[in-house]
């Protein structure tokens, strides 16, 4: 990766709606790199973009922004054309790459055929796989679900790109523990979340984290919390997800929020009432100020970089409401 920004803030990055138009995709990876963020983030939701396609063209139109491409469902692509992709991405931009791989989302799977009985041997044997390819090693192997006979990349990269694991269950941060260099975690991520993680994968892992963000500038002289609170609740649904769980199970308002939602006539209901103090530690939301307090608080957990999804309708207007995070 290039090299870090100054000591005076936390490492940020931008995700990339999902959403936004593949035209406007360009316009926007600029944008950020203009405004001074560390990183982009690149997202492969289904059935929206590609991931590689739009982590390829976000490192061919900058010139320093560190790209990750977020997450690779190890089902869906054979081990040693995600290599040569990967490779290839490494070997025209060297040190501006890291590259997720993960399960995927499990509907996903079940629409395309991608569906294993054992995700977790999956995961494992892709990820050894996938690093000794890039590493320029000869593979031969015969695992569950990994089939490579004499295998070896003609271009390997020099520099070889992080490998992280976008997981979050227990067992799969165990899998990530010891075939990956550390996890991709998704949104919410507390420093709560972060020690629960940090007890999984040791010390040593690198952690990026993913965080829905809004901040709100001042308006005739109020602050803006409130509109930045209001803007994120939306993208809050997860609370009532049971996928989430590992997310929220350690913070303080944990079980009051299982009531919460318990008691709550819809999901959106629930995230509509939820209280600001949690939709704060829920999301980077507020003021300028309140938003680096929390980048603050989550980066000292031990997080080498946040990547935040800017909420609202407009998401150029949303990133460069973001600004201040990058240039107090």
């Known amino acids: 990766m290039s090299a870090a920004p100054p000591e005076t803030r936390p490492r940020v990055g931008v995700i990339v709606p999902p959403s936004l138009p593949a035209e406007r995709l360009v316009p926007f990876v600029r944008r950020v790199e203009e405004l001074g ?36 469902p190890v089902g869906a692509r054979n081990v040693a054309y995600a290599a040569l992709e990967v490779a290839t991405l490494a070997g025209l931009h060297p040190g501006r790459l890291t590259v997720g791989v993960g399960h995927g989302m499990a509907s996903w799977n079940d629409q395309v055929g991608a569906t294993v009985a054992s995700p977790l041997t999956l995961l494992g044997e892709y990820l050894d796989a996938l690093r000794a390819l890039l590493r320029g090693e000869e593979v031969t192997t015969a695992g569950r679900y990994v089939a490579l006979d004499h295998v070896r990349l003609a271009h390997p990269p020099r520099t070889v790109p992080p490998l992280l694991a976008g997981v979050r269950g227990p067992r799969s941060m165990e899998v990530a523990a010891q075939h990956a260099d550390g996890v991709l975690l998704a949104e919410p991520t507390t420093p709560e979340y972060v020690a629960s993680v940090r007890s999984r994968v040791g010390p040593d892992a690198t952690l990026v984290a993913y965080q829905v963000a809004s901040v709100a500038p001042e308006a005739d002289g109020a602050p803006g919390e409130a509109a930045a609170i209001g803007a994120v609740r939306p993208a809050l649904r997860f609370v009532a997800d049971p996928a989430w769980a590992p997310h929220l199970v350690d913070l303080p308002f944990a079980d009051d929020l299982a009531a919460h939602v318990a008691a709550a006539g819809s999901v959106d209901e629930a995230v509509a009432t939820l209280p600001a103090a949690w939709v704060r530690q829920l999301a980077v939301a507020g003021t300028a100020e309140q938003a680096r307090t929390r980048l603050a608080e989550v980066a000292g957990a031990g997080v080498r970089s946040q990547a935040l999804y800017p909420v609202g309708d407009d998401p150029a207007a949303a990133l460069d409401a973001l600004a201040p995070l990058v240039h107090p």
């Open 37 to 72: 963020f560390d990183e982009l983030w690149v997202v492969e939701d289904c059935f929206l973009h590609g991931g590689v396609a739009q982590a390829a063209t976000a490192l061919a139109v900058t010139q320093r922004l560190d790209v990750g491409l977020g997450v690779l």
